[in-house]
Nanobody
Framework: QVQLVESGGGLVQAGGSLRLSCVGS????????MGWYRQVPGKQREFVAT???????NYADQVKGRFTISRDNAKNAVYLQMNSLKPEDTAVYFC????????????????WGQGTQVTVSS
């Protein structure tokens, strides 16, 4: 059983900051790529940022320079520091991780967290 659990969402004024956390638990060897995605009602889930197990990052153009993704491999955790928040950043933010179950196989499965609401008021 593998779980990803997010925390850190909330209500913030435009220009403010929030830090999201996501921790993985369960029976597995490691989590390879981890990332954050977001979704607003009526729209598709969209990419925000990803980070490899080696620390290579990638960001959506809309968040470059404002958001920073990081991770702690020992804790199976990924974080998203969000600065200079805008009302258009309002969404449910989801954590994603590619879990490798065993050292004997490179097969991975993707898991999602339950989501955490971020609301930015103008």
């Amino acid at each position: 059983q593998v779980q990803l659990v997010e925390s850190g969402g909330g209500l913030v004024q435009a220009g403010g900051s929030l830090r999201l956390s996501c921790v993985g638990s369960g029976n597995f060897f490691r989590i390879n790529n981890m990332g954050w995605y977001r979704q607003v009602p009526g729209k598709q889930r969209e990419f925000v940022a990803t980070i490899t197990s080696g620390g290579v990052t990638n960001y959506a153009d809309q968040v470059k320079g404002r958001f920073t993704i990081s991770r702690d491999n020992a804790k199976n955790a990924v974080y998203l520091q969000m600065n200079s928040l805008k009302p258009e950043d309002t969404a449910v933010y989801f954590c994603n991780g590619n879990v490798q179950y065993s050292t004997l196989s490179s097969t991975t499965s993707a898991y999602w967290g339950q989501g955490t609401q971020v609301t930015v008021s103008s």
